[in-house]
């Protein structure tokens, strides 16, 4: 069965500095991979995704990750960080055939940004 | 606006109720979803349908029955809930049921149960 793992369950940077989210997954294959927001009371925005191709894509909101199948890793980062930004990060995977689009996710890292 | 719209937003209910939930997507899409979010646990998926069809139930409780009646609109009808089904329950759609299409979500139902 796959599975996702955010090993940092909150994060708190300053307004203008870097970010990086780190996001594993364990899977058969090269799944499919996501990266979703949710800001509070609100539902979950694609901000990228990957699913064949160039590793490093790029997404909305400046925001880009990089796939790395040597270490099953499609980490989030963001060269400087914006107020609005705080919010929850959801990485997920769906499989890479049949089964439909069925994502797993990863438990979230909350973002505080310190102004 | 992600055009996929739930309602309601919020909703309290009684362990004897029966309540509905109504996702309607304007997307076009041809496969829906519910996923569940409790506190501290992963998004989990509950049921997909594709073109009407139910291809997946991830060994939810009959207590949730969901019903598709065109690829448009998804209902979750609730009765007999328990606490701990207190949750946000997330419906998603996606062009089709292939894992490479993106999964566009509604807010979500803040679903309290008493």
């Known amino acids: 069965a796959q599975s996702v793992t955010q090993p940092d369950i909150h994060i708190t940077v300053s307004e203008g500095a870097s970010l990086e989210l780190r996001c594993n997954y364990s899977?058969?294959?090269?799944?499919?991979l996501f990266w979703y927001v949710q800001s509070p009371g609100q539902g979950l925005q694609l901000l990228l995704k990957?699913?064949?191709?160039?590793?490093l894509v790029q997404g909305i909101k400046g925001f880009e990750a990089e796939f790395k199948r040597s270490q099953s890793s499609f980490n989030l980062r963001k060269p400087s960080v914006h107020w609005s930004d705080a919010a929850e990060y959801f990485c997920?995977?769906?499989?890479?055939?049949?089964?439909?689009?069925?994502?797993?996710f990863g438990t979230g890292t909350q973002l505080k940004v310190e102004l | 606006e992600t055009g996929v719209t739930q309602t309601p937003r919020h909703l309290v209910m009684g362990m004897t109720n029966k309540k509905s939930l109504k996702c309607e997507q304007h997307?076009?899409?041809?496969?829906m979803y519910w996923y569940k979010q409790s506190a501290k646990k992963p998004l989990e998926l509950m049921f997909v349908?594709?073109?009407?069809?139910?291809?997946e139930n991830n060994s939810v409780p009959s207590r949730f029955s969901p019903e598709c009646p065109n690829s448009s609109h998804l209902f979750l009808h609730l009765h007999t809930l328990q606490p701990e089904d207190s949750a946000l329950y997330l419906c998603?759609?996606?062009?089709?049921?292939?894992?490479?299409?993106?999964?566009?979500f509604g807010q979500g139902t803040r679903l309290t149960v008493v």
């Open positions: 899977y058969g294959a090269t799944p499919y």
């Open positions: 997920a995977v769906a499989p890479y055939t049949g089964g439909g689009n069925k994502l797993t």
């Open positions: 998603a759609s996606s062009q089709d049921g292939t894992g490479n299409t993106e999964a566009f």
């Open positions: 997307l076009g899409h041809n496969a």
């Open positions: 990957y699913f064949s191709g160039d590793t």
């Open positions: 349908y594709n073109f009407k069809e139910q291809t």
